[in-house]
């Protein structure tokens, strides 16, 4: 983990004053460091890279039905208010001919998920990087959120789920194909 940085350490401070706090007050002492090392981990995603995670860890098969990884959990950090969104995102591929190991569709998602995000673009992302790195056949890519900010201000609806979706490819192209896709996601059938 890299070192605090003082400039966020001391816009945080800043930050409490405007909102009249205290920042030397008991409950507050350490505050904006936690909050710059919080941010810093958070928004980690900046300084990864999709090729470092997969790290060759594709696998030459024959196999061309569908490979679904499903009800990965995530978190990430909505751009408009700072708040987090939450949920679980779906990925599915038709493979040409190679194959990724299965635990790194989750390390990609983390990726894109530790930057400040639109969920819209955040699935967008996740089906190109598949696409442009294991050259599938087609993408499915599948997000079901909870945002903080419909949550706690705003419209104040604790129930409400945005859920968004990126096709590339058969996925896109074929009906059947994304039809299959969505229809193993709407019953527990794997």
Excluded at 22 to 51: A, W
Excluded at 52 to 65: Q, Y
Excluded at 100 to 129: H, W
Aim: aromatic share 6%; proline share 4%; charged share 25%.
């Amino acid at each position: 983990m890299e070192t605090e940085t003082p400039a966020v350490k001391e816009l945080v401070e800043k930050l409490l004053v405007s909102l009249g706090e205290d920042p030397s007050r008991e409950g507050l002492k350490g505050t904006p460091g936690r909050v710059e090392r919080s941010l810093r981990f958070l928004t980690s995603g900046y300084h990864q890279n999709v090729d470092r995670i997969l790290n060759d860890a594709f696998f030459t098969i024959d196999h061309e039905e569908m490979v679904i990884v499903k009800d990965i959990n995530f978190f990430s950090m909505c751009e408009h208010h700072l708040l987090p969104f939450f949920g679980k995102c779906h990925i599915a591929y038709l493979p040409n001919k190679k194959v990724v190991g299965l635990s790194k569709l989750p390390r990609v998602v983390e990726i894109f998920c530790r930057r400040l995000q639109l969920q819209e673009r955040l699935t967008g992302e996740i089906a190109q990087a598949i696409a442009d790195k294991i050259d599938p056949h087609g993408v499915g890519v599948v997000i079901e959120a909870q945002h903080l900010c419909m949550m706690m201000r705003g419209v104040e609806k604790q129930n409400a789920r945005t859920v968004t979706s990126a096709m590339l490819g058969v996925f896109k192209t074929d009906p059947k194909t994304r039809a299959e896709f969505l229809d193993l996601l709407r019953h527990d059938k794997i």
